[in-house]
């Protein structure tokens, strides 16, 4: 992907700079509960980001994210709950794992804007 | 005995591998799995009713869909072209196709086993990874586009769901509940809570935007009508048909917790309006689909609300009206996709604009009318019966604004189903090979289906309430 030649014009939405003014913001407003950050750059990842692959690790860090809140927030819950949500992520990794290989085949850049074509 | 149902479905799909591909394992396919749908029947004593009829429903239906992809001559040109081609994705193969529907089935029944939030949670998400690749099947652009954003979207939502599953416990735990029952929806409901605690009403706001994108209720149905028309026939059927009433029970279940906790009135009031705007909404963009099993995707986008918008009323005539609508549409839509799967056989499209004179080209194409009439709740069928209560319970619960916005959604719909049947079955007979030749058993499965659903409407409907 980084040989593509116009794997440049797959920038972000917003620039590096603006992205880490507003992760400092972030930090400094989730001072006190750092699974909250975590959960927000999550989000913040799927929002911001066009490749297929910066979507499957923000949709990591936001499952991550939950999960440390809920151990936070609800310690005495049986970890059986943490395994459940754990074993959902790395599955779930696995799969988008092997679609955006099949994707690669069809739209080399993995640009999620290729994947628009179902509409209406 | 619990354990043993959830998994009978995944060991009678994988237990035929041990056979010589052929008839044996195709035999061996049916007999398991008609093995594994009478299986919940040990449960019948340990069940609420609701738990029992969404198990039964799954069984049945994924049953139904099991006989139906094991059909001869259904992956060669059905939805999986590319099947055995050396350049096809791994789970294009008939074998994985079949593992991942018994997954499929035994975290549905995950779903509706379950006597917690923690094991309800865990059968919904299983269900999002089991049909991943059941939506990517025929591995072509648009089948790896849906399965995509499916997975994207639908993990988010439980996600968010899993937040308010986790803020839940947070509330209950604080109010003194057990670790091992903080998600149990028996143990929560038997507490008296004085008043809301705080976070509850976040919980279940969040638990209901959660649950509601695997329903896909409005404006978090992006998913649906993608991945419930990419996926094989059968599958669009247990997913249309089963996977969103899973979800609606998750939906249920959470509207009972709130009422426990307080915030009852919060939750029922948000329902109502997703419901509302969901059949509007679902409505007019099935006025310009141009694809049959899209428009049935939009279509279950519109009962997925019609469910939603009788738990929403808040009384137990809504609920019963919404419960009876779950079942009737889940059999009606599962036979609705059948039907299409046959055309889409026979016709080698499901493109509208290309389908002319089912009526006269063979039986699947009056299945595929009564389906479509079915779904457009005329009667006698089971849709109608369930519409109708809705509609009266909607009354009796003086929703008048909700109800009215409901009722033009339904009307539009309606002749949305209408105008289709018409462009579709009326004409000449295509010159194509007849639909009779796509075998009648498959048209028996899904004219059983269509009955069931019509004969739910005149064996469950409670008449009495409509004489109170």
Known sequence: LRTHPEARALRPSLGLPLRLLLAVGAAAATANEPAVFVVACGVGMLLVHRNLIAHLIALLVLGTGITLWGAVIAPALPESIELGATFDAVVGTFIGLALIRAVAAHHPLLDVESLRSLRG | VNAFVVTAPLAAALLP????????????????????????????????????????????????????????????????????????????????????????????????????????????????????????FAGESLALEAAWKYLILCSVGIAVALAGMLLLAHVTLAAGVAPSAALSWDAIGGRAF??????????????????????????????????????????????????????????????????????????????????????????????????????????????????????????????????????????????????????????????????????????????????????????????????????????????????????????????ALARTAIAVEAGAAPTARPLTSAGLRFVSTGAAVLALGCALATVLLPWSAFAR
């Open chain 2, 17 to 136: 591998l041990l056979l010589p591909a052929g008839t044996p394992r195709r035999c061996a396919r049916i007999v398991l799995a008609a093995g594994a749908a009478l299986a919940p029947l040990l449960l019948a004593d340990m069940l609420d009713r609701v738990a029992l009829a969404l198990v039964l429903l799954v069984s049945l239906l994924a049953f139904l869909a099991v006989a139906f992809s094991t059909g001869r001559g259904f992956f060669s040109r059905l939805d999986g072209d590319r099947v055995g081609e050396p350049t096809a994705p791994v789970w294009s193969r008939v074998s994985v196709y079949f593992a991942l529907l018994g997954a499929f089935w035994s975290a549905m029944l995950l779903v509706a086993t379950a006597t917690t939030f923690s094991g309800l949670w865990l059968g919904i998400s299983a269900t999002t990874l089991a049909t991943a690749f059941l939506v990517a």
């Open chain 2, 194 to 415: 004085a008043a809301a605690p705080a976070g509850a009403r976040l919980a279940v706001a969040l638990m209901l935007v959660g649950f509601a994108t695997k329903a896909g209720l409005v404006p978090m149905h992006a998913w649906l009508p993608d991945a419930h028309s990419k996926a094989p026939a059968p599958v669009s059927g247990l997913l249309s048909g089963v996977l969103v009433s899973c979800a609606l029970y998750a939906l249920w279940r959470t509207v009972q917790v709130a009422t426990a906790l307080g915030c009852g009135p919060f939750a029922r009031e948000t329902l109502l309006w997703f419901g509302a705007v969901s059949i509007v909404v679902a409505a007019l963009l099935m006025l310009v689909q141009t694809d049959l099993k899209r428009l049935l995707a939009y279509s279950t986008v519109e009962h997925a609300g019609i469910a939603a918008l009788a738990l929403g009323f808040g009384t137990p005539l809504g609920d019963l009206a919404a419960l009876f609508h779950v079942l009737a549409h889940g059999t009606t839509k599962a036979a609705a996709f059948f039907a299409v799967g046959l055309v889409q056989r026979a016709a080698g499209t499901t493109a509208i604009g290309e389908l002319h004179g089912l009526w006269r080209a063979g039986a699947a194409g009056r299945l595929l009318l009564g389906a479509l009439g079915a779904l457009g709740a005329m009667p006698p069928f089971g849709v109608f019966a369930s519409e109708l209560l809705v509609v009266v319970a909607g009354a009796l619960a003086g929703r008048w604004a909700a109800l009215a916005i409901g009722v033009v959604g339904m009307a539009i719909a309606f002749s």
